[in-house]
């Protein structure tokens, strides 16, 4: 409750909207209650007297009170909905804007998945909420203090079947969500096995084929599946109560009035000129009836609610997320020319003193081509996340042309380094658009040059579209050697100071890698280049190898013929991939 | 070449079409509105209602007489607790005498009070009896639709896996079972019972007084047409609010997937202008889609308030001058004219309930209805293979119209290993996913043991062959069940064996749980090195006749790409392999090599060979291996 509450603040920006709405909401509310409170008179009074004038203009008055009462109904949608739609827009910019600040030391703790998730579905269920909020959550409290005001005004002798049946209502409501509410959550786990199974199955058909292996596969399915059947069966057998309950509570309600009227006119009360008030029976059970669909509303809603409240929770904590990297202030923006210094840097992704790469020293010159091999989670990216600041080092500094990256502007900084990381990540849009990223003011010639560089070239003017070239989310209609190559024209045609590649060719023939290289070698501006890669046989073209060993040491930095003999990290790669007699003298 | 006959347009026309189409000056074009983007389809809109209803109903029919029970205690309980109003009307006409007073006996109304909590209590039973046995009809239903469609996945050809892909497999079985289950849960339910109330209290509020019932009947037209009127409205704007919804998360999922490159390239600005324009159109889409459907509510609050009214005003006239009604009757019917309106609305909401549902089936029958690969099964069976594999002339596309390979032959013998190499996206995958009739070649003939695969059976085909790819997929489960996945009948000893052989052994039992580590969902919690040991000690457990490899090309600490070089060496000996090689060890190794390019058998021989005939693999070693 407490969490949905407080997303509250973004109905709250509409508060002209928001008191209309409440107020309409009152406007309904009494319709539907002064109603029945009116033709009591008629049935009393009027009737008895055979008074025909006032029962037309009695009419007539109802009439006008039920057209107010839609009056306000539209009003109240319109407004309530308006907030809803409005707010939730808000909400949803807001995270929006806050999931692209977060740090990628947040981002790691949040899990991408899960924060797509808060931005799309728990937004929606909040809206859901917020909707239903201003439709029945308001409504139903004031159903039911307006029902017992006009009740206890029309007699208080035939309230007190309220102060039976209302608690009665409100525990049966709490006893059914009592033993609803744990099994739902059975339901939900339950739900995320079944999926997780089909999507591993999804994921490996051809796995599953190649072992034949289909009837386990079954098995565990049916297992799943059958669990799913038994936790949804129990859940939805709970809630097969609440709707009989509700009408039992309902009907004896009605019983109630009978039993109560029969028993005080029998004491001489509920008369009015010494015949029994009927009209007042009739509107008791109007009444009785209200209140008990607007309570009944509201149970829906409590239920809704903390499935509400776990979304709201959630996107909360994106909020209240700490950024521990942020753009200093008035930050530097120095003409960058493409040395590189670490300085004593360490890191680590977490707080457990794991360091991922420690103890790195060295510098690259401006314009130099450097390799970067080592194992997997020797901390080769982890090494270049540092320069354009995507995490900052746990100690130490890394500067470029002298300048610690962390008091330069990061937009200045991202500008002047063409980083190409290892999934070729290409945004949907168009070739163009994708390019463009890189550099805004490209203009045609730019394009050109940099698809040339990236070998890009040829694949873009054999499409019909060119540069216009339709690429689907994900560049799901691209090769993933196309979609590398892209993303390393999207990387040249800023013309960067610096050029990170991270196993940015893996996807691309070792020919083709050689004309990319050649071109990288060949560019004018002279960046300055690191590479990272698995092969030995890439990385040897570059002037100096740094080797990383399995701690995120530094195990040698130098040229091949020289790690050949000096690093055994570097031998032992050498080995494995040139093999025995592969002429690079390894024994 | 595909580009020969294309005309290539001067740099000129280029230039100026490219500033026609994408004026890269005009900031418009990456700062949101004006980018073109890829929309996923939505609108759930069933094609077939009939047939998709009756086939849905069909799975009901092992239940017909549980469903037949649940229909006439519904109507029972129905009238038990429709018949109170009746018993109230009559109660005060016939025990309270509004003009003789004095003789009131309130014994009477006690009796009745009685009747109706019995009756209101009996009614209840029934009612939940019919819900306790519906939840279990829907969802053994459920379960059955859901058995049925996995089967169907289980026999689907791969080719269908890569067109529909793995979310919307995911989405069929969930989501969208989801939804006929709320339909056969609920749905079905409160329409049997709006219509059953609608029914009742339409028949006992005439009975009780057919002019007052003349009254509120007059109203239900005007009910009937604006519901539709609204209802009609409502669909298009929900169908342009998911539109914009689509894209909106479209955008979401995007750029927090590609936050890297967002934050690199500095796009947060482009990606917040994106979003701000879509979210934006959302709200408004939303607005409007929301206000009309929501102006049923108080549509039908004021037509509840309009038809109370009217029968009080009606009644009190009738009374007044005609003799035709009672206060009694009054009473009553306005209490029934209250219960007419509840089922009318529940109807329109439950409409569109139930056409996501029959929309939701249509998509699941669909799977169920996909394509059996076993239906063109070959009926040959087979004990084991000798090892002899040819292609001979194979012809073969993803898509009719496009080759992917052409006219490819060659034949390895028993126990030799043949390397494939050649640039990305020449064939290579391509050619050895038709060996185990993953995809069904267009053209030519593939022999196992000079036997026609297409003549065995497909299962014991595939269970002689083992194949090791690039990017192994492991389940979730132990590092044992994984490994034990290939041969489920193996005990432990064999498993522990297999992974000593695969050089897995030594760096599972470091594992803080040995054996019994667990194994996250695709095997993330394991490096791609890890991984690849685990499926060659899953193959060697296998123990195929004949293997196909995908060497991994990078990503592999080097440790371990030694052991795996290993392992497959063990893996290979005696058995007839098809390698996708990038080691130039392996290379070396093969007994033929087999250059692919562009989808046709370029080059083939031993190293030595296609050294000395200085064609494609000579430039091809140079690059690769050589300064």
Same mark, same amino acid.
């Given at each position: 409750?407490?969490?949905?509450?407080?997303?509250?603040?973004?109905?709250?920006?509409?508060?002209?909207?928001? =008191? !209309?709405?409440? #107020?309409?909401?009152?406007?309904?509310?009494?319709?539907? +209650? *002064? %109603?029945?409170?009116? @033709?009591?008179? /008629?049935?009393?009074?009027?009737?008895?007297?055979?008074?025909?004038?006032?029962?037309?203009?009695?009419?007539?008055?109802?009439?006008?009170?039920?057209?107010?009462?839609?009056?306000?109904?539209?009003?109240?949608?319109?407004?309530?909905?308006?907030?809803?739609?409005?707010?939730?827009?808000?909400?949803?910019?807001?995270?929006?804007?806050?999931?692209?600040?977060?740090?990628?030391?947040?981002?790691?703790?949040?899990?991408?998945?899960?924060?797509?998730?808060?931005?799309?579905?728990?937004?929606?269920?909040?809206?859901?909420?917020?909707?239903?909020?201003?439709?029945?959550?308001?409504?139903?409290?004031?159903?039911?203090?307006?029902? =017992? !005001?006009?009740? #206890?005004?029309?007699?208080?002798?035939?309230?007190?079947? +309220? *102060? %039976?049946?209302?608690? @009665?209502?409100? /525990?049966?409501?709490?006893?059914?969500?009592?033993?609803?509410?744990?099994?739902?959550?059975?339901?939900?786990?339950?739900?995320?096995?079944?999926?997780?199974?089909?999507?591993?199955?999804?994921?490996?058909?051809?796995?599953?084929?190649?072992?034949?292996?289909?009837?386990?596969?079954?098995?565990?399915?049916?297992?799943?599946?059958?669990?799913?059947?038994?936790?949804?069966?129990?859940?939805?057998?709970?809630?097969?109560?609440?709707?009989?309950?509700?009408?039992?509570?309902?009907?004896?309600?009605?019983?109630?009035?009978?039993?109560?009227?029969?028993?005080?006119?029998?004491?001489?009360?509920?008369?009015?000129?010494?015949?029994?008030? !009927?009209?007042?029976?009739?509107?008791?059970?109007?009444?009785?009836?209200?209140?008990?669909?607007?309570?009944? @509303?509201?149970?829906?809603?409590?239920?809704?609610?903390?499935?509400?409240?776990?979304?709201?929770?959630?996107?909360?904590?994106?909020?209240?997320?700490?950024?521990?990297?942020?753009?200093?202030?008035?930050?530097?923006?120095?003409?960058?020319?493409?040395?590189?210094?670490?300085?004593?840097?360490?890191?680590?992704?977490?707080?457990?003193?794991?360091?991922?790469?420690?103890?790195?020293?060295?510098?690259?010159?401006?314009?130099?081509?450097?390799?970067?091999?080592?194992?997997?989670?020797?901390?080769?990216?982890?090494?270049?996340?540092?320069?354009?600041?995507?995490?900052?080092?746990?100690?130490?500094?890394?500067?470029?042309?002298?300048?610690?990256?962390?008091?330069?502007?990061?937009?200045?900084?991202?500008?002047?380094?063409?980083?190409?990381?290892?999934?070729?990540?290409?945004?949907?849009?168009?070739?163009?658009?994708?390019?463009?990223?890189?550099?805004?003011?490209?203009?045609?010639?730019?394009?050109?040059?940099?698809?040339?560089?990236?070998?890009?070239?040829?694949?873009?003017?054999?499409?019909?579209?060119?540069?216009?070239?339709?690429?689907?989310?994900?560049?799901?209609?691209?090769?993933?050697?196309?979609?590398?190559?892209?993303?390393?024209?999207?990387?040249?045609?800023?013309?960067?100071?610096?050029?990170?590649?991270?196993?940015?060719?893996?996807?691309?023939?070792?020919?083709?890698?050689?004309?990319?290289?050649?071109?990288?070698?060949?560019?004018?501006?002279?960046?300055?280049?690191?590479?990272?890669?698995?092969?030995?046989?890439?990385?040897?073209?570059?002037?100096?190898?740094?080797?990383?060993?399995?701690?995120?040491?530094?195990?040698?930095?130098?040229?091949?013929?020289?790690?050949?003999?000096?690093?055994?990290?570097?031998?032992?790669?050498?080995?494995?991939?040139?093999?025995?007699?592969?002429?690079?003298?390894?024994? | 070449?595909?580009?020969?006959?294309?005309?290539?347009?001067?740099?000129?026309?280029?230039?100026?079409?490219?500033?026609?189409?994408?004026?890269?000056?005009?900031?418009?074009?990456?700062?949101?509105?004006?980018?073109?983007?890829?929309?996923?389809?939505?609108?759930?809109?069933?094609?077939?209602?009939?047939?998709?209803?009756?086939?849905?109903?069909?799975?009901?029919?092992?239940?017909?007489?549980?469903?037949?029970?649940?229909?006439?205690?519904?109507?029972?309980?129905?009238?038990?607790?429709?018949?109170?109003?009746?018993?109230?009307?009559?109660?005060?006409?016939?025990?309270?005498?509004?003009?003789?007073?004095?003789?009131?006996?309130?014994?009477?109304?006690?009796?009745?009070?009685?009747?109706?909590?019995?009756?209101?209590?009996?009614?209840?039973?029934?009612?939940?009896?019919?819900?306790?046995?519906?939840?279990?009809?829907?969802?053994?239903?459920?379960?059955?639709?859901?058995?049925?469609?996995?089967?169907?996945?289980?026999?689907?050809?791969?080719?269908?896996?890569?067109?529909?892909?793995?979310?919307?497999?995911?989405?069929?079985?969930?989501?969208?079972?989801?939804?006929?289950?709320?339909?056969?849960?609920?749905?079905?339910?409160?329409?049997?019972?709006?219509?059953?109330?609608?029914?009742?209290?339409?028949?006992?509020?005439?009975?009780?007084?057919?002019?007052?019932?003349?009254?509120?009947?007059?109203?239900?037209?005007?009910?009937?047409?604006?519901?539709?009127?609204?209802?009609?409205?409502?669909?298009?704007?929900?169908?342009?609010?998911?539109?914009?919804?689509?894209?909106?998360?479209?955008?979401?999922?995007?750029?927090?997937?590609?936050?890297?490159?967002?934050?690199?390239?500095?796009?947060?600005?482009?990606?917040?202008?994106?979003?701000?324009?879509?979210?934006?159109?959302?709200?408004?889409?939303?607005?409007?889609?929301?206000?009309?459907?929501?102006?049923?509510?108080?549509?039908?609050?004021?037509?509840?308030?309009?038809?109370?009214?009217?029968?009080?005003?009606?009644?009190?006239?009738?009374?007044?001058?005609?003799?035709?009604?009672?206060?009694?009757?009054?009473?009553?019917?306005?209490?029934?004219?209250?219960?007419?309106?509840?089922?009318?609305?529940?109807?329109?909401?439950?409409?569109?309930?139930?056409?996501?549902?029959?929309?939701?089936?249509?998509?699941?029958?669909?799977?169920?209805?996909?394509?059996?690969?076993?239906?063109?099964?070959?009926?040959?069976?087979?004990?084991?293979?000798?090892?002899?594999?040819?292609?001979?002339?194979?012809?073969?596309?993803?898509?009719?119209?496009?080759?992917?390979?052409?006219?490819?032959?060659?034949?390895?013998?028993?126990?030799?290993?043949?390397?494939?190499?050649?640039?990305?996206?020449?064939?290579?995958?391509?050619?050895?996913?038709?060996?185990?009739?993953?995809?069904?070649?267009?053209?030519?003939?593939?022999?196992?043991?000079?036997?026609?695969?297409?003549?065995?059976?497909?299962?014991?085909?595939?269970?002689?062959?083992?194949?090791?790819?690039?990017?192994?997929?492991?389940?979730?489960?132990?590092?044992?069940?994984?490994?034990?996945?290939?041969?489920?009948?193996?005990?432990?000893?064999?498993?522990?064996?297999?992974?000593?052989?695969?050089?897995?052994?030594?760096?599972?039992?470091?594992?803080?749980?040995?054996?019994?580590?667990?194994?996250?969902?695709?095997?993330?919690?394991?490096?791609?090195?890890?991984?690849?040991?685990?499926?060659?000690?899953?193959?060697?457990?296998?123990?195929?006749?004949?293997?196909?490899?995908?060497?991994?090309?990078?990503?592999?600490?080097?440790?371990?790409?030694?052991?795996?070089?290993?392992?497959?060496?063990?893996?290979?000996?005696?058995?007839?392999?098809?390698?996708?090689?990038?080691?130039?060890?392996?290379?070396?190794?093969?007994?033929?090599?087999?250059?692919?390019?562009?989808?046709?058998?370029?080059?083939?021989?031993?190293?030595?060979?296609?050294?000395?005939?200085?064609?494609?693999?000579?430039?091809?070693?140079?690059?690769?291996?050589?300064?």
């Amino acid at each position: 409750m407490k969490e949905i509450l407080r997303l509250m603040r973004y109905a709250g920006r509409f508060p002209g909207f928001l =008191l !209309i709405a409440l #107020l309409t909401m009152v406007v309904q509310v009494f319709a539907s +209650f *002064y %109603i029945p409170f009116l @033709m009591i008179d /008629i049935i009393d009074v009027y009737l008895p007297a055979r008074d025909f004038d006032n029962v037309i203009m009695t009419s007539l008055i109802m009439l006008g009170i039920a057209l107010g009462g839609i009056v306000g109904g539209i009003i109240n949608t319109y407004t309530s909905q308006y907030i809803a739609q409005y707010a939730t827009a808000d909400l949803r910019l807001d995270l929006f804007n806050k999931i692209q600040t977060l740090s990628f030391r947040n981002v790691d703790a949040f899990k991408q998945s899960r924060l797509i998730t808060n931005a799309t579905n728990d937004v929606l269920r909040v809206q859901m909420f917020f909707t239903m909020m201003l439709r029945i959550v308001v409504r139903a409290p004031m159903m039911i203090v307006m029902g =017992l !005001i006009l009740a #206890l005004q029309t007699s208080g002798l035939l309230s007190q079947v +309220f *102060y %039976i049946t209302i608690p @009665m209502l409100a /525990i049966s409501i709490l006893i059914i969500m009592f033993f609803a509410y744990p099994r739902f959550k059975k339901v939900q786990v339950a739900l995320d096995d079944l999926n997780n199974v089909v999507l591993e199955t999804a994921n490996a058909p051809q796995v599953i084929k190649s072992f034949v292996s289909q009837d386990h596969e079954r098995q565990r399915f049916e297992a799943t599946n059958e669990q799913y059947r038994n936790v949804n069966t129990s859940a939805e057998t709970v809630m097969a109560f609440a709707e009989p309950v509700i009408q039992f509570i309902f009907n004896i309600g009605i019983a109630g009035i009978l039993l109560f009227a029969a028993y005080y006119l029998n004491q001489g009360e509920l008369m009015i000129n010494g015949s029994p008030r !009927i009209g007042v029976i009739m509107a008791f059970q109007n009444y009785s009836m209200q209140i008990l669909v607007g309570l009944m @509303m509201f149970a829906m809603i409590m239920i809704f609610l903390s499935r509400a409240n776990v979304s709201a929770a959630r996107i909360n904590e994106i909020f209240d997320a700490k950024i521990d990297l942020v753009n200093p202030e008035n930050g530097k923006r120095p003409e960058i020319r493409g040395s590189i210094t670490f300085n004593e840097v360490a890191f680590s992704y977490g707080d457990d003193g794991n360091d991922a790469v420690s103890n790195l020293n060295f510098t690259i010159n401006k314009g130099e081509k450097i390799g970067i091999i080592g194992s997997t989670g020797s901390g080769k990216s982890t090494l270049t996340y540092l320069i354009p600041r995507l995490y900052d080092v746990r100690k130490g500094q890394v500067l470029i042309d002298d300048t610690d990256v962390r008091v330069m502007d990061i937009n200045h900084l991202c500008d002047n380094i063409g980083y190409v990381t290892q999934n070729a990540t290409i945004f949907s849009g168009s070739i163009a658009t994708n390019m463009f990223q890189g550099n805004e003011d490209a203009d045609f010639d730019a394009l050109e040059e940099s698809s040339k560089q990236a070998l890009l070239h040829d694949f873009i003017h054999e499409q019909e579209d060119h540069y216009n070239y339709l690429i689907k989310s994900k560049g799901v209609n691209l090769s993933g050697g196309q979609k590398q190559r892209l993303s390393i024209a999207r990387a040249m045609i800023k013309k960067p100071a610096i050029l990170i590649f991270d196993d940015a060719t893996s996807a691309v023939d070792a020919s083709s890698e050689q004309k990319i290289l050649n071109h990288i070698n060949g560019l004018a501006y002279n960046p300055t280049l690191l590479l990272i890669s698995q092969k030995v046989s890439t990385v040897r073209k570059m002037n100096r190898i740094l080797v990383l060993d399995n701690e995120g040491h530094v195990d040698g930095f130098g040229h091949h013929d020289e790690l050949i003999n000096t690093s055994k990290t570097y031998q032992e790669i050498a080995h494995s991939q040139l093999g025995n007699g592969g002429g690079y003298g390894v024994e | 070449m595909v580009s020969n006959n294309k005309e290539i347009l001067s740099k000129k026309a280029l230039n100026e079409r490219l500033k026609a189409e994408i004026d890269p000056t005009d900031p418009k074009n990456f700062k949101g509105g004006m980018r073109r983007r890829d929309t996923p389809p939505v609108g759930a809109k069933p094609k077939n209602i009939r047939e998709t209803l009756f086939r849905l109903l069909s799975y009901m029919g092992v239940y017909k007489y549980a469903v037949l029970m649940v229909f006439l205690s519904l109507i029972a309980a129905t009238f038990a607790t429709l018949y109170i109003p009746t018993l109230f009307a009559n109660s005060i006409d016939r025990y309270i005498d509004l003009d003789d007073f004095s003789r009131f006996d309130p014994t009477n109304l006690y009796r009745i009070v009685i009747i109706m909590a019995v009756l209101a209590g009996i009614g209840s039973i029934i009612r939940f009896f019919s819900r306790f046995i519906m939840v279990r009809i829907s969802q053994n239903v459920v379960k059955k639709i859901r058995e049925e469609a996995y089967d169907k996945l289980m026999k689907a050809p791969v080719d269908y896996y890569d067109k529909q892909g793995s979310g919307d497999i995911v989405s069929r079985l969930s989501n969208d079972v989801e939804l006929i289950s709320n339909s056969l849960g609920q749905t079905v339910l409160e329409v049997l019972n709006s219509s059953i109330v609608l029914l009742g209290a339409f028949v006992l509020m005439f009975l009780l007084n057919w002019a007052l019932g003349l009254v509120v009947i007059a109203f239900i037209p005007i009910m009937i047409l604006f519901t539709i009127k609204i209802s009609k409205k409502t669909r298009k704007g929900f169908k342009e609010q998911q539109v914009h919804l689509a894209s909106l998360n479209g955008i979401i999922e995007e750029s927090v997937s590609g936050l890297k490159t967002v934050k690199l390239y500095n796009q947060e600005k482009p990606f917040t202008d994106e979003f701000e324009i879509e979210n934006d159109k959302l709200k408004k889409a939303g607005f409007m889609a929301q206000f009309y459907s929501g102006l049923i509510w108080p549509f039908i609050h004021f037509m509840n308030n309009l038809i109370f009214l009217s029968v009080i005003a009606a009644g009190a006239v009738l009374y007044l001058f005609t003799p035709l009604v009672t206060i009694g009757q009054i009473a009553g019917v306005s209490q029934y004219s209250r219960q007419f309106i509840m089922p009318i609305s529940n109807l329109a909401q439950l409409f569109n309930a139930l056409m996501q549902g029959i929309a939701g089936a249509e998509r699941v029958f669909e799977l169920i209805d996909a394509e059996d690969e076993y239906e063109n099964d070959g009926e040959l069976a087979i004990d084991q293979f000798d090892g002899d594999i040819s292609f001979e002339n194979v012809t073969f596309g993803y898509t009719e119209d496009v080759v992917v390979l052409k006219d490819i032959s060659f034949f390895a013998k028993k126990g030799e290993v043949i390397a494939i190499v050649g640039p990305t996206g020449g064939g290579k995958t391509t050619t050895i996913k038709l060996l185990n009739r993953f995809y069904d070649i267009n053209a030519g003939e593939i022999k196992i043991d000079d036997k026609n695969i297409n003549t065995l059976q497909k299962d014991e085909l595939r269970r002689r062959i083992g194949v090791v790819l690039q990017d192994t997929h492991l389940f979730k489960g132990t590092v044992y069940d994984n490994i034990h996945y290939g041969d489920f009948t193996a005990d432990k000893e064999a498993v522990i064996e297999a992974a000593k052989m695969a050089n897995a052994h030594d760096f599972i039992i470091k594992l803080p749980k040995g054996y019994e580590t667990e194994v996250y969902e695709g095997g993330q919690n394991f490096s791609q090195g890890e991984r690849q040991l685990i499926s060659i000690a899953r193959t060697i457990l296998n123990n195929p006749d004949l293997l196909i490899l995908d060497e991994a090309t990078s990503n592999i600490d080097t440790r371990t790409e030694a052991k795996i070089q290993e392992s497959m060496r063990r893996l290979m000996k005696d058995r007839t392999s098809i390698v996708i090689a990038h080691r130039l060890q392996t290379i070396r190794e093969a007994n033929k090599i087999l250059v692919i390019d562009h989808g046709k058998l370029i080059e083939s021989g031993d190293h030595e060979e296609l050294l000395n005939a200085k064609g494609f693999y000579y430039g091809l070693y140079k690059a690769q291996f050589e300064q």
